[in-house]
């Protein structure tokens, strides 16, 4: 493992790491730095340990930020995946209702066409019934 030295809190410190984690080492060095010199008016009037304790205090309450946050995203995605599921379901539905649909379209289609079909029947019969009637009428005069 190669080693790093950095100053924090105005201490100079070799600290080990792993080939991949050299630059998250650095940015939380530079974090902690920064925090430091955010509470520079502090520094003489209090012990450098309370100034670290404010520091850490603060870090804490970061990450408990950061990770109700997350928890608030992982819940939305949650929501969003099941939001998701539940508009993919409905498709489905309605697709099925569209397909049922079609499918009565069709057979009233089809039935109309036979009404059609039995209309011209009866319209045909009628016809007959009317010239039997002629007939029958034509025949009893004559």
Known sequence: MPDLEVTIFNQKIKLSYQN???ERLINA???LNHNWKKFSNLHGKVSD???ITLI???LQDSLENSNSLKDKIRNKELKSESFQKEIENKNVEINKGYE???KLKS???LKNNQIVEIENMLDDIHTELLQIKRNIIKNNYE
Request: charged share 35%; with cysteine; net charge negative.
């Open 20 to 22: 991949n984690e050299k």
């Open 29 to 31: 060095v530079n974090i």
């Open 49 to 51: 340990t309370k100034i």
């Open 56 to 58: 850490c205090l603060e």
């Open 100 to 102: 049922i649909v079609n």
């Open 107 to 109: 057979e009233l289609e």
